[in-house]
């Protein structure tokens, strides 16, 4: 029964894990007005090309890949519940690994463009988009769940 609920709310988080791709996670400018753009696969300067003495200690791309894979297998294990509750719960791991990746690499990233100046920076969208994903992994747990219970109360009436 692919059309149930928690299958939206698993492509719509799969749909947010894919255009973190595309968005930046924060964007920078130093006090000599150059801007910098990190996004999950790098630092690149205000016109595109990366910055080359800056590599990310995170591999951020990789767990971000492994989250989209992990939530499109969710919405096609509709037919094992307990399976699908289980990788549905594996999601909250991965996507918290996502914003603590994204945290940890902001952080250093600031401090090295903050080298003797100070850096202004804003979030981009990217970086709410972990969060997004754990409360729609959530509320599809929360579906999935009610039709084990709905189904256990079935049997129960056979």
């Given at each position: 029964?692919?059309?149930?609920?928690?299958?939206?709310?698993?492509?719509?988080?799969?749909?947010?894990?894919?255009?973190?791709?595309?968005?930046p996670?924060?964007?920078?400018?130093?006090?000599?007005?150059?801007?910098?753009?990190?996004?999950?696969?790098?630092?690149?300067?205000?016109d595109?090309?990366?910055?080359p003495?800056?590599?990310?200690?995170?591999?951020?791309h990789?767990?971000t890949?492994?989250?989209?894979?992990?939530?499109?297998?969710?919405?096609?294990?509709?037919?094992?519940?307990?399976?699908q509750?289980?990788?549905?719960?594996?999601?909250?791991?991965?996507?918290?690994?996502?914003?603590?990746?994204?945290?940890?690499?902001?952080?250093?990233?600031?401090?090295?463009l903050?080298?003797?100046?100070?850096?202004?920076?804003?979030?981009?969208?990217?970086?709410?988009?972990?969060?997004?994903?754990?409360?729609?992994?959530?509320?599809?747990?929360?579906?999935?769940?009610?039709?084990?219970?709905?189904i256990?109360?079935?049997?129960?009436?056979?």
């Open positions: 029964m692919i059309q149930r609920k928690q299958t939206v709310f698993l492509a719509l988080a799969a749909l947010l894990a894919g255009l973190m791709f595309a968005f996670l924060v964007s920078y400018l130093r006090m000599d007005h150059q801007a910098f753009v990190l996004r999950i696969w790098g630092l690149f300067n205000a595109g090309s990366a910055v003495d800056v590599a990310l200690k995170l591999p951020i990789v767990v890949g492994i989250l989209v894979a992990l939530l499109l297998a969710c919405i096609f294990l509709y037919g094992s519940r307990g399976r509750l289980r990788f549905v719960r594996m999601t909250y791991l991965f996507a918290l690994a996502v914003q603590v990746g994204a945290l940890i690499t902001h952080m250093s990233v600031r401090a090295y903050a080298q003797g100046s100070s850096v202004e920076y804003t979030f981009g969208p990217s970086y709410f988009f972990p969060i997004g994903i754990l409360v729609l992994s959530y509320l599809a747990e929360r579906g999935i769940r009610k039709d084990e219970e709905l256990k109360s079935m049997d129960r009436l056979r």
